[in-house]
Structures are given as C-alpha cells and as structure tokens.
C-alpha cells in the first residue's frame, strides 16, 4: 500500500525568503505524485503533479516541486514567500497503473508566511 | 475549468437522521470520489465510482453508503448520522486516464449533534 508522509505539521517563513514544504512517499513501482493547497473553509486547489520526464515540476502561483526517486522525496518550493502563501499544503500520491488512480494523501503541512 | 458543486455547504443534523450529501461536476469526469477531512489525520478516501451505478469501498466506508445514478452525480448518504461523523468532507472527479488530476468542491461542513 502507497503512503505520503509530510514530516512538519506547521512550517514557518518570512515574507521574501525561499520556503520549502518536504514530502516523502512509499509506493510499489513509479508514482504519480501532486501537490494540493486548501485555504480556511475551502476546498483542496491543485497546484501541480509530477507524471514522468523532468524531475522539476513548475505550477500554479510560482510553486514548483522536485522528484527525487532515490530519495522518495517531492518537496515543494518557492523561491520568495508571500503572506498570501498561507494555507495548508497537501501533498498525495497514486501509484502507476493503479487503475482508478486513487489519491493517498499527506496529513497536510501548515504554511505560515508572517510580514 | 472544471467545476465540483457540493450543493451544502454547512449542515447541522441530529443522532440518527439520514443525511444526503450531494455532488455534481460538470466536466463529463468518469471517476469522482467521496473524501473525509479531519484535523490531524488529512483525507481519507469514503468511497468512489468510476461509472455510473459503480462503487467501489475506500479505507473507512462504515457508516456510510453512496449513489451514482448518473454519470455527473455523486451523493453520499449516512443511513443514521452520529456524532463521530462531524466532519469536513469533500467530493472530487477525475478524467479517466491514468495520473488525471483529482479536482475537489469547496466541501460540506457537516456538524451532528
């Protein structure tokens, strides 16, 4: 059985600093791996997936993350925080030919970007 | 853009009621899903369908049981609601092609008393 494993609960950041957000997975075969944002009282919002090809995954707002297969790693980064960042970050893994594709998700990380 | 509609967004039920949670998506997705949100322990798949009149059990579907009988319809329904299933949950749909991305609603708030 696949598992994700987001290691911090509550990750803290200045505004204008880099931040990183860490992901890890355990899954048979290769991974199709996505990260997912959830602002206060919302729905999760997708932010980017790796599939296959390049390990460095650009997405939605300036995020991007980087497979790591011998690390079994997919942590999520941008290069400049914004206040706006805030949220709580999901990250999930499906395995290949999974057939229906099911999502396991992360606990979820806390992002706190202060000014 | 795709578009998941849960149509509730904040409920309030007492022990033992029968609650529907309803979904519909607008993008002809095949797959769509039925996820629980609880602080500490992040989605757990309820259940999920790929066709219509399809079903298929998640990690936790006790208490709960669901209905597709069209292909952009998606419910959940707690035969008799208990406390233990205050809860956020979420409905997602998904294209049918492997590594498709999974798009969610906004989620349901459902408090029960």
């Known amino acids: 059985a696949q598992s994700v494993a987001q290691p911090e609960d509550q990750v803290n950041v200045a505004e204008g600093n880099p931040l990183t957000v860490k992901c890890t997975y355990s899954?048979?075969?290769?991974?199709?791996l996505f990260w997912y944002v959830q602002y206060p009282n919302r729905g999760l919002q997708f932010l980017l997936k790796y599939i296959t090809g390049d390990n460095l995954v650009k997405g939605s707002y300036g995020f991007e993350a980087e497979f790591n297969k011998s690390q079994t790693s997919f942590h999520l980064k941008k290069p400049s925080a914004l206040v706006s960042d805030s949220a709580l970050y999901f990250c999930?893994?499906?395995?290949?030919?999974?057939?229906?594709?099911?999502?396991?998700f992360g606990k979820g990380t806390m992002l706190l970007v202060s000014p | 853009d795709v578009k998941v509609t849960q149509s509730s967004r904040y409920l309030v039920k007492r022990t033992g009621e029968k609650v529907f949670l309803e979904c519909v998506q607008d993008?002809?997705?095949?797959?769509m899903f039925w996820y629980r949100q609880d602080p500490g322990l992040g989605l757990r798949l309820i259940y999920f369908s790929y066709d219509v009149k399809m079903k298929e059990k998640g990690d936790i579907p006790e208490g709960y049981s669901v209905s597709r009988e069209k292909k952009e319809r998606f419910s959940l329904i707690l035969e008799s609601a208990s406390t233990n299933q205050t809860s956020m949950y979420l409905c997602?749909?998904?294209?049918?092609?492997?590594?498709?991305?999974?798009?969610f609603g906004e989620g349901s708030w459902l408090t029960v008393v």
């Open positions: 997602a749909s998904q294209g049918d092609r492997e590594g498709n991305t999974i798009y």
């Open positions: 899954v048979s075969g290769n991974p199709y």
């Open positions: 993008m002809d997705h095949e797959n």
């Open positions: 999930a893994v499906s395995p290949l030919n999974s057939g229906y594709s099911t999502l396991t």
